[in-house]
């Protein structure tokens, strides 16, 4: 009955609903997916193991799909976001969640920018209508613009511009992996253009992507789903959509030959060195494939590129990376890498490091792993994803809005157990030797600047 009436309300709203995913054996997560007349998208997903509720708000603009003209807009909207709206003054977002007990951020990607939130469950109709205030209409003003450009510079500036491997390699190895220039700029933006955006240009870019239409809400926690679609079409419904541009074409030409780059860092102490492979295309079989082969490559003590590399060789005290280093294998769009990175000794060569790397991929491509090594895998990654979905519920609310956002599909949160459970050795060794080939991949060394020569006749210190 209760079914019945949510389905009935829903009608009445004129939603075009689907409720799915029954939850059997703890393998499936419940969830009800929607969309408001003006093209929000609303994913729903009841759970009363304790009493909060996460919040997300994603917005399909992130740092590679901002227009050309606009670089560094994406993540400037980051922090505009939080400098006030209709009804809430600056800073008054965060006050609001935090004297309610909850916690919140917001972040920028490759596909979209996000806001989050997590609370106690009896709150979720103020943070529904707090999120709703500010996709409705920010405080877009010549001074929070102002400081906001300031504040934004000064990140680049701490966390690249003077910080030792600085960007490395996340914000490197794209410029140099890729072809496409959505996938190659800098995703930071160029210091000129931010400084150069006018208030008109802020104002057009929040009207344009910050739209419902170009929008997925999640709710996740314990709530009634019945009151929570009453309160989302109470707040969200009457904002208006917009015209949004067509997604800019991602696709990648595909790499021939392998690339190598070299970068001098001033503050560097010790070389760096990372490596990145193409990605198969996204929710393929050979994708799955790469996220176990990134389980057995890269992650964990047990895994063989740490076992060769740090355990073996001593050449690093670690190797870091994997599947998309701003976020997950599961939320992104377009094209991807798989990259390792590390730190090394001054006596260790760029030659010898990739001769080990390449004699562990070889051996995966020459032989099969055996079932003992699949199956860790694949328990690895399980127990990852149960973990990043029982991290207060936001595991949840990034996959189904990834889902939403990219596929229209928030149900493929429950395709993805089966999916890799029944990929065989033989499917690894078929997609690394595919795609775990030199010809398919970029090195970049970070290189130590030379100290300047004394002066002649200078003398030492006391």
Known sequence: MRLWKRWTAAVALGMAAVTAGAQTAGEKVPYTYY??????????????????????????????????????????????MFQGSQNLGKMQFIQLIQKNGGILNGS?????????????????????????????????????????????????????????????????????????????????GDLADIQAATLEDVKNFFKTY??????????????ETAQAKSWIEKYFASIPSANVPPLPDLTEPEQTAEKHASKEDKLAKKPALAF???????????????????????????SLLVQELVKKDGYAASVDGGINELGNMYDYRGPMLFTASLIHDDNVSTEQIMGAVDKVVQGVIDKPVDETTLRRAQTKLVSSLYDDEGNLGLGKVDL?????????DPGKINTL???????????????????LRPQNRTVLEITVAKQAAAPAGAKGGN
Request: charged letters at 20%.
């Open 108 to 188: 920028t990607r490759f596909d979209f920018t996000n806001y989050f939130e997590v609370l106690p469950s009896n709150t979720l109709e103020t943070v529904l209508w707090a999120e709703a205030d500010r996709m409705r209409g920010l405080d877009i003003t010549e001074a929070n613009l102002t400081n906001q450009k300031g504040v934004v510079t000064n990140e680049v500036k701490v966390n690249v511009i003077n910080q030792p491997y600085g960007g490395f390699p996340w914000l490197d190895m794209p410029q140099y992996a890729n072809t496409n220039w959505y996938n190659a700029h800098n995703f930071y």
């Open 276 to 302: 990145a492979y193409h990605m198969p295309p996204r929710l393929s079989k050979d994708w799955y494939a790469m996220g176990l082969l990134n389980q057995i490559l890269l992650q964990g003590d047990d």
């Open 417 to 435: 157990v089966a999916n890799f459970d029944k990929l065989t050795p033989a499917d690894l060794q078929a997609t690394a030797a595919k795609y």
């Open 400 to 408: 189904f809005a990834s889902f939403a956002l990219f596929d229209d």
């Open 210 to 223: 910050y739209a419902p239409n170009n929008a997925v809400l999640v709710v996740v926690g314990d709530f």
């Open 35 to 80: 969309k408001l007349p003006n093209g929000l998208k609303v994913v729903l997903s009841q759970d009363s193991t304790a009493p909060t509720v996460a919040v997300g708000v994603y917005y399909q603009i992130g740092f590679r799909i901002e227009p050309k003209d606009r670089t560094g807009f994406a993540h400037l909207f980051e922090h505009m």
